[in-house]
């Protein structure tokens, strides 16, 4: 229909309109609102347009929401629009407060970007640098992280292990100990919060010793909570009063404060010949060996954001690590009777002695438990990380400079090429030296790849592996199925969303 002068669609009657409604303004604020409605739109126009210069062919929506972009999104993170986005395509794109993002879905392309340190290095989640400080050294790169991090394996070699594993044993039976329901009815209860606290208690000894008192690691764990909830993906970006990110912020500097007295106690204790007895001690044992060239000079603040930052890296996941390792032994006893019966065939009838590591070397079948129970459900499913320079990511393609690339592990662990059957718990797949899953190391994604590394795999690994074989030993236990049981939560890593429901009682050894 063509337009005219009295059509009510005419441009000008539609310009005209707010004058109409709006009386009371004068000439010169309609002059700056209609100023501004043009910025406005021609912003929202530019946004539009450079999405869609950055996406160029690649698969992901056409426009993006302004503004927000996928922000509602992020905020309720699910696996199922996680799998949209990897099905959509080997390289995809979309939007979250104006950052743009590609996300990964291929083995060969998460590698690429996790091995690329030229053009992209972490930025783990966009909260991280508020929570974590930006002075820790989980944000360098380089060389300089190269260097640091030489120092930092040093603490996680099979000799500190040796010294953590009676520890980890020590505190697991502790709160094994509190877990067991000894009522004439014993009832079915969520373990989720006393995991994570079997964890932190467990960490935190493991890291500072007893250079911090008990009350110090419950309040640690209390207000780790905040952390853990301020680790979604995309955050609101500014850390304001009431926010996830400002709470998170506030529990770091407590947290922060024990933990350079840890350091500073551990460095009186050592200097005064102390044995070693926590991860810190090591390291000041370390720094005061005469045949030691490295760095030696640690504040006790930088120690502290060290611990800050293997707590930070490794509650959360092994959490949600050990509660599915809890939930696939329950659901599969044919899989928990060969734990049980290995653990017999190791310890020779005693239940007590405490783990060593030459014990959990004899253990294959327990270790490939673990192995395929972080397979199934790994806790980190992807990695942010921050394009540093232009990316040539394949022909064709360049991720812009300051865009965010994910790599991700879930496709990768689920392919159906390298484990059939993917989603079947098997930990017997890893006992054939001539299985497809041990034939194809790259898709194991689990520790993520390339320079940054998880750091802690030996000792994460251990610690679950060495809670399953206690708890196999002492509890019997049921896993009471809910209607959310197979539902996943994901809270930066992935949780059952009922939380794992489990009734432990005592176990008696025939
Ligand atoms: C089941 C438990 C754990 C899982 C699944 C896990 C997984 C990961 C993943 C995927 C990354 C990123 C790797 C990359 O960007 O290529 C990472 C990094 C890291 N993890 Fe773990 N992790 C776990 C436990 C731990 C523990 C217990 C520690 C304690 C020391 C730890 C310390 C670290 C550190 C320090 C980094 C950063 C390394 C760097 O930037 O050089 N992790 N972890």
């Known amino acids: 229909m063509a337009l005219n002068a009295s059509s009510p669609a005419s441009t000008q009657d539609v310009l005209r309109l707010p004058i109409s409604i709006l009386p009371f303004l004068s000439q010169e604020s309609t002059t700056w609102l209609y100023t501004t409605a043009a910025l406005l739109s021609s912003m929202l126009i530019l946004e539009q ?34 799998m949209k986005q990897w099905n959509s395509g080997a390289l995809s794109a979309l939007s979250v407060f104006n950052i743009f993002i590609v996300m990964a879905s291929t083995t060969e392309y998460s590698r690429k970007i996790l091995n ?16 974590l400080n930006p002075k820790n050294w989980v944000f360098l790169n380089g060389r300089e992280h190269v260097e640091y991090r030489r120092v930092l394996n040093m603490l996680f070699t099979r000799k500190a292990l040796g010294l953590y594993v ?4 020590r505190i697991t039976r502790k709160h094994f100990a509190s877990w067991v329901d000894k009522s004439d009815k014993p009832q079915a209860k969520p373990i989720m919060m006393i995991a994570r606290f079997l964890n932190m208690d467990t ?54 404060d024990w933990l350079a007295l840890a350091a500073k106690n551990s460095k009186i204790a050592m ?30 603040h930088e120690i502290a954001l060290v611990v800050f930052s293997f707590l930070f890296a490794s509650q959360d996941a092994m959490s949600s690590g050990l509660i599915y390792g809890f939930q696939h032994l329950a659901d599969h006893p044919e899989v928990l009777a060969k734990v049980r019966s290995e653990q ?95 034939a194809n190391p790259k898709n194991y994604l689990v520790w ?63």
């Open 203 to 256: 960490s935190l000894r493991v890291f500072c010793g007893n250079h911090i008192p008990d009350h110090a690691t419950q309040e640690i764990s209390d207000k780790y909570w905040s952390i853990t909830r301020a680790l979604e993906l995309v955050n609101f970006p500014f850390p304001l009063p009431g926010t996830k990110v400002y709470k998170a912020k506030q529990a770091s500097k407590i947290a922060m």
């Open 116 to 131: 690329s340190p030229t053009y992209a290095e972490p930025c783990l989640v966009y909260s991280a640098k508020t929570i």
């Open 344 to 438: 017999e065939r190791v310890r020779e009838g005693n239940f007590d002695a405490s783990f060593t590591l030459e014990m959990l070397d004899s253990m294959p079948y327990l270790n490939a438990v673990v192995k395929e129970s972080l397979r199934v459900r790994p806790p980190v499913t992807m990695v942010p990380y921050k394009v540093t320079k232009a990316f040539p990511i394949k022909d064709g393609y360049t991720v812009p400079t300051g865009s965010m690339v994910i790599p991700s592990f879930y496709p990768s662990l689920h392919d159906p090429e390298v484990y059939p059957e993917p989603d079947k718990f098997d930990p017997d797949r890893w006992l054939d030296a001539n299985s497809s899953a041990n």
């Open 166 to 169: 009676d520890i980890q044993d």
């Open 448 to 510: 993520g790849s390339g320079p940054h590394r998880c750091l802690g795999i030996e000792y994460a690994s251990m610690n679950m592996a060495l809670v399953l074989g206690i708890a196999a030993m002492m509890f019997d236990w049921e896993h009471e199925l809910t209607s959310l049981s197979n539902d996943i939560e994901i809270i930066a890593t992935l949780f059952p969303k009922d939380g794992c429901r489990m009734k432990l009682t005592p176990r008696t050894h025939s």
């Open 49 to 82: 347009a450079v999405y869609r210069y950055k996406k160029r062919d690649l698969p992901g929506d056409t426009w993006t929401i302004p503004l927000i972009g996928k922000f509602v999104d992020s905020m309720h993170p699910s696996l199922e629009n996680y």
């Open 271 to 300: 200097s005064n010949g102390a044995e070693p007895e926590c991860l810190i001690d090591e390291w000041m044992r370390i720094c005061m060996d005469p045949n030691y060239k490295g760095r030696k000079d640690f504040s006790d």
